[in-house]
């Protein structure tokens, strides 16, 4: 079945160390997403690439950093200057390719979310 | 960016009662899209509105986009304990940029 897969579901870190979460899709998808989801903030986005080799910031990239080599992965770095990094991380992928149809835009599809804890 | 401001964020109903979700913006969207995420989940894609005035029916879900494509509702009926989340609305912004942009999400608690 095709997918999007984070892992780990849990990650514990201490403050002051950088650490990477993984996304990997097999969905052929071109657009992929990081977001993080705090309580009563909704979603807010990190970072998002549309095509290999690239990528943008997004509302909250500060203290994040991103790589996007392969179609089929984008992990997210949250490093040791991003000040309240204990979150709920949600990576996305979707189509791409902006209005797919006349209107339409591709919708997200979510991995089951990576929740980071910094002490 | 593109914003959407999306009320109430909390609302607790009986089971069976009809629960309503509204997102507005302050410009003309191209279109709306709709997520749920259960709580301890991820958020799923729901349905997508794109012309003005649409309206759309899943079971006891209705999505409605308004006539100026400014706003969107998300209407349940006669909810039941397994309506129980949090229901977003998102919105791309314009041109080739590929930023969907969430709403606060409105968690919605049934009383059994």
């Known amino acids: 079945d095709g997918g999007i897969t984070q892992s780990p579901k849990y990650l514990f870190r201490k403050e002051g160390q950088n650490v990477t979460l993984s996304c990997e899709q097999n969905?052929?998808?071109?657009?992929m997403y990081w977001y993080r989801q705090d309580p009563g903030q909704g979603l807010r986005l990190i970072y998002y690439s549309q095509i290999v080799n690239d990528f943008q910031k997004g509302d909250i990239a500060e203290g994040y950093s991103v790589s996007r080599e392969k179609k089929e992965s984008f992990p997210l770095t949250v490093t040791s200057a991003q000040k309240n990094p204990t979150a709920f991380y949600l990576c996305a992928s979707s189509i791409g390719l902006g209005m797919v149809f006349g209107g339409d835009n591709s919708p997200l599809h979510f991995g089951n979310g990576t929740r980071l804890t910094v002490t | 960016g593109q914003q959407v401001m999306q009320i109430p964020q909390y609302q607790h109903v009986q089971e069976g009662e009809d629960f309503t979700t509204y997102c507005n913006s302050s410009?003309?969207?191209?279109?709306i899209q709709w997520y749920k995420q259960r709580p301890g989940g991820h958020p799923v894609f729901l349905i997508q509105?794109?012309?003005?005035?649409e309206v759309k029916k899943q079971k006891r879900l209705t999505f409605q986009f308004g006539e100026a494509k400014k706003n969107s509702s998300l209407h349940i009926t006669a909810t039941q304990t397994t309506d129980v989340g949090t229901y977003f609305c998102a919105v791309y912004s314009g041109g080739s940029n590929y930023k969907l942009t969430f709403g606060k999400g409105t968690l919605l608690t049934v009383n059994p």
């Open positions: 969905l052929n998808h071109d657009a």
């Open positions: 410009t003309t969207l191209s279109n």
């Open positions: 509105l794109v012309k003005s005035g």
